[in-house]
């Protein structure tokens, strides 16, 4: 409301009225406050996101839990020791999983599908056969997979129906495909990354530094070094961009949002997960696990 400019308070009559606006640039914005990681009293030895975003599949030593972001963790399916945890990027109500169960007479689990987002699972094949260590799921071709165990890698193009055993024995701390048609597939571990041709059997030779996990994030390929470097890279491995983990310890695995692959999870081999929002750019403690 605008006066008369005569000394006095008087109101201008007619009244006059004016609306004004205006926006404050740069200063200060404070940084968002930091979460309460959510307290899991199991060892974690594989996750996958789960069907809502934000939340995380969690296989352990007493089956698999369910995280709600930072809400809590709930238990999700009882029962087998969970060793590997895969998710279908062709149904992403779909995972697959492999451990041990010896309470219900399994004690090789195999490989078990879930078309439930990890609430009921389904006995697939190799039961009593094999307890898969890791699991990887194709993304250019919807049904292969590929997992390790007892020195040799497995391949299934029928959704784990069939399986073909590699013609040479190779260790791995964690795999990938790089291609399903030709499979190839590249497996990491302590000599490094080798490209394995499947058809020839042909290993190749790739990065020569120890490697403790490599996983798909995106349409990239990601892996942590022993020296603590994370390399964000292209399927050929040879354009990447590096960053430092977020702890000291030793990463395991890495997964990403199928909707964002910028939102991503880091899993360390004392059962701590981190999670970035911004492509690895900041990180923060999302569950803390162990025994």
């Known amino acids: 409301m605008l006066h ?49 975003v934000g939340g995380l599949l969690l296989g ?46 399994t004690e ?6 879930s078309v439930n987002g990890g609430q009921s699972w389904s006995e697939t094949s190799l039961q009593n056969e094999a307890m898969f ?14 997992g390790f165990w007892a020195g040799q890698i497995h391949v299934s193009m029928d959704s784990g129906a069939t399986w073909d055993t590699a013609p040479i024995s190779v260790w791995a701390d964690d ?22 041709n499947w058809d020839t059997g042909e290993l190749t030779s ?13 349409q990239q390929i990601a892996y942590a070094t022993t020296e603590g470097v994370i390399h964000l890279c292209d399927d050929t491995l040879t354009e990447c961009t590096t960053w430092s983990p977020p702890s000291s310890d030793t990463v395991i695995q890495m997964v990403s949002e199928m909707a964002d692959p910028n939102v991503m ?8 997960i981190f999670r970035s929002v911004n492509g690895g750019e900041t990180w923060e403690l999302l569950v803390d696990g162990g025994p």
Do not use: H
Not at 108 to 113: I, Q
Not at 133 to 139: I, S, W
């Open 4 to 52: 008369d400019n005569d000394g006095g308070d008087d109101v201008w009559d007619p009244p006059v009225t004016a609306e004004v606006s205006f926006e404050i640039q740069g200063g200060y914005v404070p940084p968002e406050p930091a979460i309460e990681p959510v307290e899991l009293n199991q060892m974690v030895l594989s996750m996958q996101p789960a069907t809502e």
């Open 175 to 196: 795999l990938v495909f790089a291609s399903t048609n030709p499979v190839v597939v590249l497996v990491a571990g302590p000599d490094g990354i080798q490209s394995l």
């Open 133 to 146: 260590e890791d699991l990887a799921v194709g993304t250019d071709q919807a049904g292969g997979i590929a």
């Open 206 to 218: 790739l990065v020569t530094c120890p490697v403790t996990a490599i996983d798909r994030v995106g």
């Open 108 to 113: 090789l689990w195999g490989l078990a599908t």
């Open 60 to 105: 352990t030593p007493a089956g698999i839990y369910l995280t709600e972001g930072t809400a809590g963790v709930t238990p999700s399916f009882f029962g087998p020791r969970v060793t590997a945890l895969a998710r279908d990027p062709f149904s992403v109500n779909t995972y697959y999983a492999s451990g041990q169960w010896p309470e219900s007479g």
């Open 265 to 272: 999870y880091l899993l360390t081999v004392v059962s701590q």
